[in-house]
């Protein structure tokens, strides 16, 4: 018996020491979502005018990666606008690894600082420290509400922002069939201007 009261007095210690980091880590989620959903509304605005800083930034990078490589064979363009694409694509991808990762987390430190304060309610009503009991009562239900707050803030931006990282790879992949299909057509005149060039020359000779 004094070792399973041993345990259950590590556990509880344990738990309690707890407490602080689990509050302090969903206080700093509560000010990421919040930051993170300013950003949001800023890209939702900048979509609905039309235009994209994901797709625009990655068109300059794609044409001064075509205009360096405009010598180059065509199919070894190929395969570094696809590299180029792939990493992008990957990017954008894990851009919503935060979010989701605030999608398991913040409802997990909510359960946390509910579980926590339960036990110190329970031990001060024990105890028959009333005003204890209810400040720790106060405690679990707020952070249980900003744990799912947060998970439920951070999962609505997911699904948009999924629609728009979709939406953006599309316009990518077209972008650089198009850019790569204009190089193309750009390298085959340089090369017949080259030949005529040449022909010109032996027929002058």
């Not at 926590?116 to 028959?128: C, D, K, N, T, V």
């Not at 009991?133 to 999962?155: H, I, K, P, R």
Request: proline content about 2%; hydrophobic content about 45%; some cysteine.
């Amino acid at each position: 018996m004094n070792i399973l009261a041993g345990l259950e007095t590590f556990l509880y210690v344990l738990a309690s020491a707890l407490f602080y980091p689990v509050v302090a880590g969903l206080v700093l989620l509560v000010f990421w979502i919040v930051i993170s959903f300013g950003g949001f509304l800023r890209e939702y605005i900048e979509r609905k005018q039309g235009s994209s800083s994901i797709v625009s930034r990655y068109k300059r990078t794609l044409e001064s990666e075509i205009q360096s490589s405009g010598s180059i064979h065509s199919e070894n363009l190929d395969i570094k606008l696809e590299r180029l694409l792939q990493k992008s694509e990957l990017e954008l991808i894990k851009s919503l690894d935060k979010i989701r990762f605030a999608i398991r987390v913040g409802p997990a430190l909510g359960l946390m600082g509910t579980l926590i304060p339960m036990g110190i309610a329970l031990s001060a009503l024990a105890q028959g420290d009333m005003p204890k009991m209810a400040g720790s009562m106060v405690t679990a239900f707020t952070t249980t509400v900003a744990g799912l707050a947060c998970g439920v803030a951070a999962y609505l931006m997911t699904l948009v922002k999924e629609k728009w990282i979709r939406a953006d790879m599309r316009e990518m992949e077209y972008l650089t069939e198009l850019l790569l299909r204009t190089s193309k057509i750009k390298i085959q005149n340089a090369k017949m201007e080259v030949k005529d060039e040449i022909l010109e020359e032996k027929t002058i000779s």
